[in-house]
């Protein structure tokens, strides 16, 4: 695949323009009017949108994906069924899943990767995928055209961040605090110290995610950030029964705090 992919394009134009780039997470299967969700965050100002394929054991996420996570299973969701639904979809924002790496697995690197590329999507994001184990799956990935987005921990070494930086596509996760996903109260200092460090070895598009709940969090980490990945926030407002216009209506309040800096 080419060095710069579709995702991160997106990002970098938004990033060059002077913006800053907001990255939705929704839960896919989640509700019969998901692919609707999806059209509302693209129209609110996504530069991009992550979509969650739900896993009976999503280690990294909190209390609120996982309940989404279980209602869409429960209603009968499988990746297939969520990548056929996208295939179908037209949206007109670049996409990335994030699931775990034994979705993958299971299928076949090689399968799975065509299967995300047929269905329109540009990225990949497996949390539990860690770098020194990623071979085969990058290799997959790359010759169908997705990008593998890799996530930076707080607690990485510097020796370790400009090698995840490396391999990454898309954009680099830094993950803005220790723990499971879910809304906090206030930002964590380690969210602004994750995106100053990866901000000085790389020129990708540093995006921190995991603790940014509300557009006062997305503006102050993205003082130093290039932007933010907000999952909980809308997932909660997903299963608050809002619909996609409210989801939407969030996403825009995201969007309009981010250009106000």
Same mark, same amino acid.
């Given at each position: 695949?080419?060095?710069? %992919?579709?995702?991160?394009?997106? &990002?970098?134009?938004?990033?060059?323009?002077?913006?800053?780039?907001?990255?939705?997470?929704?839960?896919g %299967? /989640? =509700?019969? +009017?998901?692919i $609707?969700?999806?059209?509302a965050?693209?129209?609110?100002?996504?530069d991009?949108?992550?979509?969650?394929?739900?896993?009976?054991d #999503?280690?990294?996420?909190g209390?609120?994906i996982q309940?989404?996570? +279980?209602?869409?299973?429960?209603?009968?969701?499988? #990746? *297939?069924?969520i990548?056929?639904?996208?295939? $179908?979809?037209? !949206? $007109?924002?670049?996409?990335?899943?994030?699931t775990?790496?034994? !979705?993958?697995?299971?299928?076949?690197?090689?399968?799975?990767?065509?299967?995300?590329?047929?269905a329109?999507?540009s990225g990949?994001? &497996? #949390? +539990?995928?860690? /770098?020194?184990?990623?071979?085969?799956?990058?290799?997959?990935?790359?010759?169908?055209g997705?990008?593998?987005? &890799?996530?930076?921990?707080?607690?990485?070494?510097?020796e370790?961040? #400009? &090698?995840?930086? $490396?391999?990454?596509r898309?954009?680099?996760? =830094?993950?803005?605090?220790?723990?499971?996903?879910? @809304?906090?109260?206030?930002?964590?200092a380690?969210?602004? +110290?994750?995106?100053?460090?990866?901000?000085k070895?790389?020129?990708?598009p540093?995006l921190? %995610?995991? =603790?940014?709940?509300?557009?006062? *969090?997305?503006?102050?980490?993205?003082?130093?950030?290039d932007?933010v @990945?907000?999952?909980?926030?809308i997932?909660?407002?997903m299963?608050?029964?809002?619909g996609p216009?409210?989801?939407?209506?969030l996403?825009?309040?995201?969007r309009?705090?981010?250009d106000?800096?």
């Amino acid at each position: 695949m080419s060095e710069i %992919g579709k995702f991160e394009a997106s &990002l970098r134009a938004r990033r060059e323009s002077g913006g800053k780039i907001l990255v939705p997470y929704i839960t896919g %299967g /989640l =509700g019969d +009017d998901w692919i $609707e969700t999806l059209h509302a965050v693209a129209d609110a100002g996504a530069d991009g949108i992550e979509i969650g394929i739900p896993f009976s054991d #999503p280690v990294m996420d909190g209390p609120t994906i996982q309940e989404a996570n +279980d209602k869409a299973l429960a209603s009968g969701a499988t #990746p *297939q069924s969520i990548l056929s639904a996208i295939r $179908e979809s037209d !949206i $007109e924002v670049p996409l990335a899943v994030m699931t775990y790496y034994n !979705i993958a697995f299971r299928a076949g690197d090689k399968r799975f990767a065509t299967d995300l590329a047929e269905a329109g999507i540009s990225g990949c994001i &497996l #949390p +539990d995928l860690p /770098l020194e184990e990623t071979g085969s799956w990058t290799e997959a990935a790359d010759e169908a055209g997705v990008e593998t987005i &890799l996530l930076a921990a707080p607690t990485a070494p510097d020796e370790r961040l #400009p &090698l995840i930086c $490396e391999r990454s596509r898309g954009f680099v996760y =830094g993950i803005g605090l220790l723990g499971i996903t879910g @809304v906090r109260d206030s930002l964590a200092a380690s969210a602004m +110290d994750i995106a100053g460090r990866l901000k000085k070895v790389t020129d990708k598009p540093v995006l921190i %995610g995991v =603790g940014v709940g509300t557009p006062a *969090q997305a503006v102050e980490v993205s003082t130093v950030s290039d932007g933010v @990945v907000v999952g909980s926030a809308i997932v909660n407002r997903m299963l608050s029964g809002a619909g996609p216009d409210g989801v939407g209506e969030l996403v825009s309040e995201f969007r309009a705090a981010l250009d106000a800096g």
